[in-house]
């Protein structure tokens, strides 16, 4: 079995701005190869760590990893959207500190049978979660015209998505697309040589594609909401993202619980009817890899790592 090797990105900032505790109860949400779980759980005395992960093989990695350093873990093979459903089975309520890595690992895009890359050639695959049915497959040879289009644009932030959608709707209609190579040959046809030269002009449909297949901005969302409610008071989050699409939500959400509610001016309100805010920003400005990380690791140009504390 190939084993996960992987780089994680914003290491040192990340660990530093979960503020761990010795005795504290920690969460992995995104297990990965257990570049974080490893430092967290060296950090732990009597502490605990749960780690998450939907891939089989990140998750026997990583049990294998982290025993050498301590048995406080428990590694849980499910999608983090079920963080809180799988804390309360196990009698846990509150945590000290939660982490989500968030995009695809290094080893799911370099193990080319897994089907992510377009430098491989492989079955159109995608799945994080090998136990899901839908696949990359199903999506470029079911999904209508529409719904492709507008998962690569919206997905992808390709400007050249009604184009590909109608070039993949039309190359199925001799054959269903096969491979990732297959796939990449009809977005060559399909965007302009001059866009080409700028870019892998399979980066963003690839990337629209994984994202719809492993549904990942839909249980976004609602898995930080959870994360917010499970911190204890001086808890921290950290959310580390790799596209604007993440950024965004993750954002949105932050602004959400740090905030008070908008009311109208000159409307007789006392301020303790408002509230108070549940988080604070811990980081005013966004954290971003040093030249340092970046000259050792390419995958982290577009990290961004936001943290914030329940107060």
Do not use: W
Request: proline letters at 4%.
């Amino acid at each position: 079995m190939e084993e996960f090797v992987h780089q994680s990105v914003l290491l040192k900032e990340s660990i530093e701005g979960l503020n761990i505790k010795a005795d504290g109860i920690y969460v992995d949400c995104t297990l990965g190869g257990a570049g974080h779980s490893r430092e967290i759980l060296k950090r732990l005395h009597t502490g605990f760590l749960y780690g998450f992960d939907q891939d089989k093989i990140a998750i026997t990695t990583s049990y294998n990893r982290l025993k050498e350093i301590s048995s406080n873990f428990e590694l849980i093979n499910r999608n983090f959207v079920y963080v809180k459903e799988e804390l309360n089975r196990r009698n846990i309520t509150s945590v000290d500190g939660i982490l989500f890595d968030l995009g695809v690992s290094s080893p799911q895009f370099d193990q080319a049978e897994r089907g992510f890359s377009y430098k491989y050639d492989a079955r159109l695959d995608m799945r994080m979660n090998q136990d899901q049915t839908l696949t990359a497959y199903d999506i470029v040879n079911t999904y209508s015209f529409e719904d492709l289009a507008y998962i690569i644009s919206t997905y992808g932030e390709e400007r050249f998505a009604k184009q590909i959608a109608r070039a993949i709707e039309k190359a199925r209609m001799r054959k269903p697309i096969e491979t990732t190579f297959e796939l990449v040959e009809i977005i060559k046809g399909a965007v302009p040589m001059k866009s080409q030269r700028e870019k892998h002009p399979a980066k963003r449909t690839f990337q629209a594609l994984r994202i719809e297949t492993n549904k990942e901005l839909e249980v976004l969302p609602n898995a930080l909401e959870q994360a917010i409610e499970l911190l204890k008071p001086g808890g921290r989050l950290c959310v580390i993202t790799f596209h604007s699409l993440e950024d965004k939500i993750t954002k949105d959400i932050f602004k959400k619980y740090t905030e008070l509610p908008q009311v109208p001016r000159g409307l007789p309100i006392l301020p303790e009817a408002l509230g108070n805010p549940t988080l604070k920003v811990v980081n005013k400005k966004v954290i971003t890899p040093s030249s340092e990380e970046l000259e050792n690791n390419n995958r982290a140009h577009s990290a961004k790592l936001r943290i914030v504390e329940k107060l």
